[in-house]
């Protein structure tokens, strides 16, 4: 089965950039999405198909893929974005969707 | 304004059945593919059910296979987990959410979970 690997967790002080990796085999070839977590909330998608951001999501966020790593990029990271964050994708191989390990962000 | 109300959650025994329900409104539910995507205490994101926007094709996480039927009815505006054989694993917080488009796409809007736990 498709595996996704983030690192568990992410510390970063206010105004600088926070990079949080989503590792899996020749990812680059898939659509990669990502979602922020806030204790006690529902995931909210940030970026979608490796790089867009819904509306309402800030510029800070960003993303970029290529071979076997996707990056979620929050640049001048801010106290509010402190939450878990979760990347995904579609397994077409399995039929199945698959979430990576979360990364948890801290900001210091 | 696109609304997911899950509900149907609780307390159950090792072996028990409950199915949850999820509300939608706000949008054309019939065009849309919807998802089941749940979260044990302190754990991940774990996807466990697909469904397509006619019901005709499903997909079922490995875990849950054999154990869980999603469904729907779109004629309430409405998606189903049927949960059986439940096991002390399954406890977690229960998410349905929207698929904007296609089987790469992203999950655009989420419910706010109903809680299962699943013990003696």
């Known amino acids: 089965s498709y595996v996704l690997t983030q690192p568990p967790s992410v510390s970063v002080a206010p105004g600088q950039t926070a990079r949080i990796t989503c590792g899996g085999n020749n990812i680059g070839s898939k659509s990669v999405h990502w979602y922020q977590q806030k204790p006690g909330q529902a995931p909210v998608l940030v970026v979608y198909?490796?790089?867009d951001r819904p509306s309402g999501i800030p510029e800070r966020f960003s993303g970029s893929n290529s071979g076997n790593t996707a990056t979620l990029t929050i640049s001048r990271v801010e106290a509010g974005d402190e939450a878990d964050y979760y990347c995904?994708?579609?397994?077409?191989?399995?039929?199945?969707?698959?979430f990576g390990t979360g990364t948890k962000v801290t900001v210091l | 304004e696109v609304q997911l109300v899950e509900s149907g959650g609780g307390l159950v025994q090792p072996g028990g059945s409950l199915r949850l329900s999820c509300a939608a409104s706000g949008f054309t539910f019939s065009s849309y593919e919807m998802n089941w995507v749940r979260q044990a205490p302190g754990k991940g994101l774990e996807w466990v059910s697909y469904?397509?926007?006619?019901?005709?094709?499903?997909y079922y996480a490995d875990s849950v296979k054999g154990r869980f039927t999603i469904s729907r009815d779109n004629a309430k505006n409405s998606l189903y987990l049927q949960m059986n054989s439940l096991r002390a694993e399954d406890t977690a917080v229960y998410y349905c959410?929207?698929?904007?488009?296609?089987?790469?796409?992203?999950?655009?809007?989420w419910g706010q979970g109903t809680l299962v736990t699943v013990s003696s």
């Open positions: 198909d490796d790089s």
């Open positions: 995904q994708v579609w397994d077409s191989s399995s039929d199945r969707y698959v």
């Open positions: 469904i397509s926007s006619s019901g005709s094709t499903i």
């Open positions: 959410a929207r698929l904007y488009s296609g089987y790469d796409s992203f999950l655009d809007y």
